[in-house]
């Protein structure tokens, strides 16, 4: 089977927040859809090594925001990129509160919607939560924007910033984030440290 395929499925891309006490944080997610109109529901799936997810099995409350063509890399890198329990990734963002209190992105996002979890499905390396949707507000009228997008206009190429001297010689490409590992072969368990996508998500330099 050739797991790639999975590529080919149409996705929008968010950043999914939560709160735990005084804690903010949030992640990149792309599976985020209404699940039903009576009542009005949503879902969404979340890898379990996030920090977010772990917020959310805990709080049982959440926001998501719309990315739109507007978006900068630096947000996917922001929220995607590194974890929440080593920095504050609303340390200097633009945000405000919903009224579940939870924060929801300002800038290069569309729309937001909240949502407070009545299930959860276990999926293996990730959580569906299925949530009453209890709030959402229109932002701008900038289209979302979708995998394809992200990557044709807004992701640079990997090592694109690099020079050529500096690249390593073997080693695997995640095709999600760029991140590299260095080596011949690549573990079939393997993890993307940064996205945490699994090996079949990696290419061979």
Same mark, same amino acid.
């Given at each position: ?7 080919n ?6 950043v ?7 804690? #903010? ?29 772990d ?15 507007a ?29 579940n ?18 299930e ?18 229109i ?26 001297e ?6 695997w490409?995640?095709?999600?984030c760029?991140?590299i ?5 690549l573990?079939? #368990?393997?993890?993307?440290p940064i ?11």
């Open positions: 089977m050739d797991s790639k395929v999975t590529r499925f149409s996705y929008g891309l968010f999914l927040t939560a709160k735990d006490g005084d804690k #903010d944080n949030g992640c990149i997610i792309n599976t985020a859809i209404q699940a039903a109109s009576e009542p009005l529901r949503i879902s969404i799936a979340v890898n379990k090594a996030n920090y977010t997810h917020m959310i099995m805990k709080t049982g409350e959440f926001n998501v925001s719309f990315l739109s063509e978006s900068e890399f630096a947000t996917y890198q922001h929220f995607g990129f590194q974890s929440g329990r080593d920095v504050d990734k609303f340390a200097e963002i633009e945000f405000k509160r919903a009224e209190g939870i924060a929801y992105i300002t800038n290069g996002t569309n729309a937001f919607v909240s949502g407070k979890v009545v959860t499905v276990d999926l293996g390396s990730h959580t569906m939560f299925i949530a009453d949707m209890t709030d959402g507000e932002l701008s009228a900038d289209p979302s924007v979708t995998y394809a997008y992200y990557f044709a206009n807004i992701k640079p190429s990997p090592g694109s910033d690099a020079k050529p500096d690249a390593p010689k073997k080693g490409v995640c095709t999600i760029g991140y590992y260095e080596g011949e072969v573990p079939e #368990d393997f993890i993307c996205c945490k996508h699994p090996a079949s998500d990696f290419e061979k330099l």
